[in-house]
């Protein structure tokens, strides 16, 4: 179905090939150059750099070498960078001459934006009562005098963890925020945590996380009030969305303290003293003093490629080349409350009086900057990067940012990230408010016609866990497919900003072919594809999700998903995507809709083997992160619950069900008798929180699934349909033990005795047939295809199939009606009670 991209992407590919087969012109850089050197593989230069400017001089010289092309040959070794690589207008080739950055064979350089620690001893003062010399300290690093500042640090290649208030994964709870003061009261038994100016707090709250850091600790008895610095404290008080939360069901947001000496106790911990211009660090077992690696973090941004919208940078690529060791300091200066997708707070209040020009019903207002990347791409087009890392970085990988078209991204490693390994496309300027459309007058400040492809992304998202696999803002014809997504905070991929339908800048922007899995492992309001806004001409296809993890801190346990289409979603075909279960949100979607068609665990297994990384790039797999340790979500599972009495409050009932997410939840009535079915977690706690609402009902559950076909697992060469209609009814057993446990047993042996019976539901194309079960009474649900009847199919079963009629005369004796039918009554019919869907 992809041919047509993959094929574009091999001809780029192609071209590429046979530029560096010709005479392209060679500069060369090595670890033992100088930069005073001729740049030749025997006298090579010593930085990137300069290779850059030799290259910007032949271009500009147009000299003949560069006919077919310049590569500027890395060869192996790390390349600590004092400052951005910047790519300029002038340094742009042609499609016939590219420039190219690319890696010398067999070799892995790196461009690193970190500094190495060194000198480490053991300390000799005891630290939070740990005996001596468990402690390592060093000389913290410093540069034109000055201390330099970081928030991340790694070991061995691996991520150290900056001294918090709780113990490993473990996280408290709020006890409550004052918006008025802007103040928050947190438990505080552990009175070794000691105030000192730099403390942050780190709070979940909906589906982001904020950083904030602390002006003051008040300590009452086991509580204390935090106050924050400014601006983060005002706009983490008077913004309304994704604000703390307090819920007596789920707990409140959960949170740590961290960035201070006092709480440096666990190994793998470390902390910054700025004050005495010292870095202390507790080594993990196995760590020896003498031979560890520590790196930290210095340049925010490791290359930018930028342009002008007149003057863009274009056909210039990057093979084979490492981009490690960023930094991200905003949190530190300004604090870091995001909106979503990582994008910060500037401003942000709730509105009086809801509603404005664009949407009658907004209730809040919120302008938005933009995290830094390690390598940032503004108004450049035909850039590409192939085969890189992106590795070790604090905040953004890579970022195509305004003005950017016709750029591909294919075949790299994306890994240990602190936020989105990619942004791509504009997601609201500084000046602009966050729920506008974008509708720009110029074409050429539209990110468009991007190809993302390919690439393995893991372990992304782990320090703002609000960020994404790749998130797309207001992009127009892009094209996200066969990427492999895994362990990831947050959602796998979004696209789309703005929440609204009106008309945007965004269309036929696809997502095609990726394997999503391991995701939501922090937060909910969670999927592996999220999407915002219209988005005419657009389409999510034969994407393989899969795997959930189980976050222990969401505010609701039940909002993760595998497709959400949020507000104004508009214009998309989804279809043909392998998802464990159905479920799915529809959220406020725009007026003219979606089409949904066969997104379920019965599409072809072709998809899940198509789904991810081709070829050649599968070697990428390799490197996949997943965390066993980490617990997955349950799957919902099949329940009926009845509710007996008068009255029923429909909308109430709705009402009291929405927080539990039940998978095709449906209600039925006949007479005093309402039931829910569907799939769900916890049934148990749906029922406490019925019988809380409704004290006069009688409420059971039919969790006891006495009989289970499945078309799917049943019938050959299954096809099951897209969308289903459920048929319930009820019946009881006779009073009669014995027979009761008859009914059971020839139930759970009928596949096996009575296959006929199986073939005949088949026959009739009977999607799915259950037997619930509660103490005698008997709940039936038989769904079948949409738009079909169950008198047209019911003969079906047992035609040329008279073993069906012997199965159905020998039913009759265990089953009877329930109370108050008629005598001639057994199986009693409920009727649907009509909800309204949200879109």
Known sequence: MHFTTFKKILICFAIICV?????????????????????????????????????????????ASAKDGIRIIVMDGTYYLSEPIFIRPEDSGTPESPTTIIADANAKPILSGGVEIKNWTKSQTIINGLKKGTVWVADAPTQAGALINYRQLWVNGKKAVRAKSTAGNQMDRILSWDHEAQTCWIPFKDKSVKFEP???????????TANLRIKNIEVKKDSARLSFEEPEGRIQSEHPWPAPWISKNNGN???????????????????????????????KAGEEINSVKVTAPVLENLVEVKGTIDSPVHHFNFGGISFQY?????????????????????????????????????????????????????????????SCRFEHLSS????????????????????????????????SEEPFEAHLPLIIKDEREMSSDEIIADNLITDVTNEDWGTLGIAAGFVRNITIEHNEISDVS???????????????????????????????????????????????????????????????????????????????????????????EKKILKNHNGPKGNIWEHNDPYVSSKIIEASGIRAPYKALEKEVVIDEKWGLQEMPKPYAIELIGNDFDIEKIKSTLTGFRIVGQELYQWKNHLVIYGKMNEPERTKRKLAGAFPSLQIKIYEDLVYDFQNFERCKDSKPASDWENIVLTANLPSDEKLQKEYVEYHKTQFEKWPEVAKGFCNADFQQLQVFKNERQLILVISIPKGENLDKLNPKTTQNNPRVDDWNTLMKKYQTGIEGTKPDETWIFLNKVNVEEKK
């Open 198 to 208: 730099g403390m942050e707090m780190f709070i979940v709250q909906w589906w982001s």
């Open 326 to 386: 960023s930094n991200w300091l905003r949190p530190s200066q300004q604090g870091h409350v995001p909106l979503q997708a990582g994008m910060y707070l500037l401003d942000a209040y709730k509105l009086k009086e809801p509603g404005t020009p664009n949407q009658s019903n907004l209730e809040n207002q919120a302008w938005v900057g933009r995290p830094r990347a390690a390598v940032e791409i503004n108004y450049s087009n035909n850039i590409q990067f192939e």
């Open 396 to 427: 953004t990988g890579l970022d195509l940012n305004k003005g950017t078209n016709h750029n591909t991204v294919k075949g790299n490693l994306f890994k240990d990230i602190g936020g989105s390994a990619i942004n791509v496309g504009i997601f």
């Open 490 to 580: 947050y959602s796998g991929i979004s696209m789309g900003w703005g929440w609204t339908h009106t008309p945007n800048v965004m269309q036929n922007n696809k997502i095609l072919a990726n394997k999503i899995h391991h995701y939501a492992k922090h937060l909910h309001d969670v999927a592996g594809i999220y999407t915002l806004s219209a988005q005419p001409n657009s389409r999510i296809e034969e994407n393989y999700i899969d795997k959930v993890y189980n976050s222990p801190y969401a505010h609701d346990p039940f909002l993760w998903l595998y497709l959400y289409t949020d507000e104004g979603s508009e214009g998309f075909t989804i279809k043909n995507n392998w998802i464990a």
């Open 253 to 283: 947001s959960a949170f740590y303290l961290n960035n201070g000496i006092s709480m440096l106790n666990e190994p793998g911990e470390w902390f910054l003293d700025r004050k005495n211009a010292k870095i202390y660090y507790i080594p």
């Open 19 to 63: 530029s560096f087969s010709m005479n392209a012109a060679e500069i060369w850089v090595s670890k033992n150059g100088s930069d005073k050197n001729a740049g030749t593989k025997a006298s090579p230069l010593a930085t990137v750099q300069m290779a850059v400017r030799k290259a910007r001089e032949l271009r500009r010289l147009k000299d």
